[in-house]
């Protein structure tokens, strides 16, 4: 005990040695900002009463603000684009195999069309491999092949709605992405247990206006860098898939795999394009698009906490509303779009829909009455291809 502490004590001694004997430097408001991520508030580390501390990383020479694997921005940003150069860390394969315990199967969190995903453990501060179910949480995907892979290209996907980038590995010729894990699943794996309709509505207005708000970025974002080279349809034509929707510890809402697809592609496909990914072998749900009418859907399955299956049921949804002096859930679906950038977009929502709770059980028994039956089939029709999805994989549920 005694040698731990006089250890700790020499340690902080020679911390504050460092500190004391370097002059202060005047940092410009650019450098502290490129030095923590413009303020970005996951790198916040305290709070008190005369504001926020956040993390930031300077080199040793000038006190050059540098990125999360210590180098340098200038010598950086003109390969990689600014946004990519501060934030992604370039792991090794060593690395990642550490920390996802030599990707084996009881960290393997699923199996798709474009690479298996295994989750792993890396160090808060260092984002070292750790051991296992301690520090950081993360998801490693393994890509089976690839179109092209520019670092820039991702820039494109920085946005709070859509699962961070943490970092990549080139080990040859195989990609690997590090994503940070999001601890509350995916939308359609709630839905089917039933968690989303035990939510309480301001936990289920958290989850739809983070929804609109990505898939507003994405159409802004695409427009901005519409002269881009990366040819291919609209991300508005694109698929929303309802298991590609996760949420994390707070229930907020980010978009999954629009970066992956356009790695694998080199753009956006069109339909014919895709690799078959059915969440459910055998069985498919109403197929969305990252559209008005996609969210439309998603925002009237979040309230009612129930997959929709066919178009006409949202129509039949807007019509028992209206027929009862309230908004369509179109018109509030619209709003959401409209005041996405709004700082109280979420309470503004919530005051739209507080009395909507107490007709969702008319909802069920009215608006559906007549896919009823469909919907019970389609039910078995999953539970089985559930069964037979894991079976396929080995017993790894995903």
Not at 90 to 103: G, P, Q, V
């Amino acid at each position: 005990r005694s040698q731990f502490l006089t250890k700790i004590m020499n340690s902080a001694a020679g911390e504050c040695d460092k500190l004391l004997a370097p002059p202060c430097r005047l940092f410009s408001l650019a450098e502290l900002q490129s030095a923590t991520n413009d303020f970005d508030d996951e790198l916040v580390i305290g709070q008190g009463g005369f504001g926020k501390v956040y993390k930031g990383r300077i080199s040793s020479e000038e006190g050059s603000s540098t990125n999360n694997d210590g180098r340098n921005h200038g010598e950086t940003s003109h390969q990689y684009g600014d946004l990519v150069a501060r934030d992604l860390k370039i792991f090794t394969y060593y690395e990642l195999k550490c920390a996802s315990r030599d990707f084996g199967n009881d960290t393997c969190l699923g199996k798709g069309a474009y690479g298996a995903v295994y989750k792993g453990w890396v160090d808060k501060m260092t984002s070292s491999p750790c051991m296992h179910n301690t520090g950081l949480p993360i998801a490693i995907k393994r890509l089976n092949s690839y179109k092209l892979f520019d670092p820039d290209m991702l820039k494109e996907f920085w946005h709070p709605n859509l699962v961070k980038l943490i970092g990549y590995c080139l080990e040859g010729e195989q990609l690997f992405l590090v994503h940070e894990f999001m601890s509350n699943g995916n939308l359609k794996d709630l839905m089917w247990s039933g968690a989303i309709a035990q939510l309480p509505l301001v936990i289920k207005v958290r989850i739809v206006v983070g929804i609109s708000r990505a898939i507003v970025f994405l159409h802004k974002t695409q427009d901005e860098v519409g002269a881009n080279p990366y040819r291919g349809v609209k991300i508005g034509e694109y698929r929303l898939h309802r298991h590609k929707i996760l949420l994390d510890e707070d229930f907020t809402a980010k978009l999954l795999g629009y970066d992956v697809t356009k790695l694998v592609h080199g753009h956006y496909p069109n339909n014919n394009e895709l690799i078959h990914d059915a969440y459910f072998p055998g069985f498919e749900s109403l197929p969305l698009r990252t559209d008005l009418y996609g969210f439309t859907v998603v925002l009237a399955e979040v309230l009612i906490g129930k997959q929709i299956f066919y178009e006409n049921e949202v129509q039949k949804i807007d019509d028992f509303l209206l027929q009862r002096g309230k908004m369509s859930l179109s018109h509030i679906a619209k709003c959401c779009f409209e005041m996405f950038d709004d700082m109280d977009s979420e309470s503004k929502v919530l005051t739209m829909l507080d009395e909507y709770e107490k007709y969702i059980p008319a909802i069920h028994n009215e608006a559906f009455t007549t896919t009823n039956e469909s919907y019970i089939s389609q039910s078995v029709t999953t539970i089985s291809a559930l069964h037979f999805k894991e079976s396929q994989q080995d017993g790894v549920k995903p």
